[in-house]
Structure formats: C-alpha cells, structure tokens
C-alpha cells in the first residue's frame, strides 16, 4: 500500500462571525495516499472548499489535526491567468513567488508547457487562448514548483460542457502522467465519476465523511469511463447518497 500524504484525524473547524459561530466541519476522517486521485463531493454549502483550505493550510482546524506529507499546489475555480504576462511568464509566476525561479526550474516548467501542448503559445497573452488551454496553462503553472499533491477546487466550472469534458482528460492525463496525488472538490456526480479512483461523500454541513467509493473501472480515462456500464450505476448511487 502506498504511503499516506494527506491525513484528517477528526478535524472540525468552526467559523467565527460578528453574528456567532457556524460549525463548517466536525469529525472529518480520511486519507489520500501517494499518486491517488480522491474526489469529495457534497450538498452545496456543506464545506467542501472548507476542506481545501484546511488540506492546503491556508487556515487551522479548530479541533483534530491535519497531517501533510509533501508540498501542496492549489488549482482554482478560474485559471486567474495575469492578463499583462504571457503564458511563460504566468507558468513562471509561482518561481517567482517562491524565489526558486532558477533557469533549471524555468526549464522544467518550459519542458511540461512543450510536453503538454502549449509550447508553440508560450509568447501568447491569455486572451489569445482558448479557455481550454488557458486552463491547462493554470495547471502546468501550478506544477511549475512540483508540489507533492494537487487541490483542485472546481477547476472546470468555468467552462462549458464541451470544453469541460475535454479539458478533464488533459488534466486528468496530466496528474496521472506526471505521478502526482490529487485531492479534487466538485458539485458534479459525473465528474467525480470519471476522474477519480476513490470518492468521499460528505454530509449536510457540519462536513462529515459518511460514505466512501473505490472506483471499479480498470479504466483512468474519463471519457471513456462515460461509455462504461458501470457508469450510470455509480451516479445513481451517489446521487441518493447525496439526496437521500
């Protein structure tokens, strides 16, 4: 069995406002290991971006404790390209910030830029991208510092459907190519579906595991777990797990 890289041990987190206290989560429980794709899913407004932030620890759980083990990358909702960069200089933009933006590091994020498509558009600003590319620009720039794990937070909901569909197979070609953990959050059945190999389901808030799904598929490409029989069986479970 692969090493544990992120661990909840029975974390709760409690917001505190001028109008009290809300409980965003009380007693969550689990695990990713090494090179696993875990997607959660969840009521909305249950906390699921609660868990990313407390994973990524951008805040301290109130309660439990969170165990890392390894460097974290951070996918937003929009890939929040800077307009005035060309995409070389956006990728770049974590070195920078890191102050690791050495030339062999520079070259590292040039090689996954060529590796993955987007070589010939390096000079390019991102408005003379596709919203596809531009969200594959977003993920390569996110590998730029090659983090241990990837938290992905809705990463397609900007996109229409079609785009949506592919862009989920490049970065889930990606994650998978590049060995890398991924811990993903989204309102979306099917995409949990296709893109992960374990789902979390979590409960009304306060955020709660209540149920966990180790995908049967033999299969890692997302579209073509879609045409897969099993497919409309596990929506269908999740879904009255999530509803019922």
């Not at 010939?120 to 241990?148: C, E, H, N, V």
């Not at 180790?214 to 497919?231: V, Y």
Request: with cysteine.
């Amino acid at each position: 069995m692969k090493n544990e890289i992120l661990g909840f041990e029975d974390v709760a987190y409690t917001y505190h406002t001028r109008r009290g206290e809300t409980v965003a989560a009380e007693g969550l429980t689990f695990s990713v290991r090494e090179g696993e794709f875990v997607a959660v899913i969840g009521p909305s407004g249950c906390g699921k971006t609660t868990l990313l932030s407390l994973a990524a620890g951008l805040i301290e759980p109130s309660g439990g404790r969170v165990v890392r083990r390894g460097t974290c990358g951070y996918m937003l909702q929009k890939d929040e390209l800077f307009p005035w960069r060309t995409i070389e200089k956006n990728i770049a933009l974590p070195l920078e910030i890191k102050r690791q933006n050495t030339p062999k590091n520079r070259e590292r994020a040039r090689g996954l830029a060529e590796k993955y498509g987007l070589g010939d558009f390096l000079q390019s600003y991102p408005s003379q991208l596709s919203g596809g590319m531009r969200q594959r620009a977003a993920l390569i720039r996110t590998l730029a510092t090659d983090p241990d794990i990837l938290l992905l937070d809705e990463p397609f909901s900007a996109l229409d459907y079609q785009t949506r569909l592919n862009v989920c197979g490049d970065v889930s070609a990606i994650i998978r190519s590049e060995g890398k953990t991924a811990l993903l959050i989204t309102h979306d059945i099917s995409e949990a579906v296709s893109l992960a190999d374990r789902i979390l389901v979590l409960s009304a808030r306060p955020a709660r595991v209540t149920h966990t799904h180790t995908m049967d598929f033999g299969e890692k490409n997302p579209l073509k777990r879609r045409e897969m029989q099993q497919f409309s069986a596990w929506f269908e479970l999740l879904w009255r797990e999530l509803n019922g």
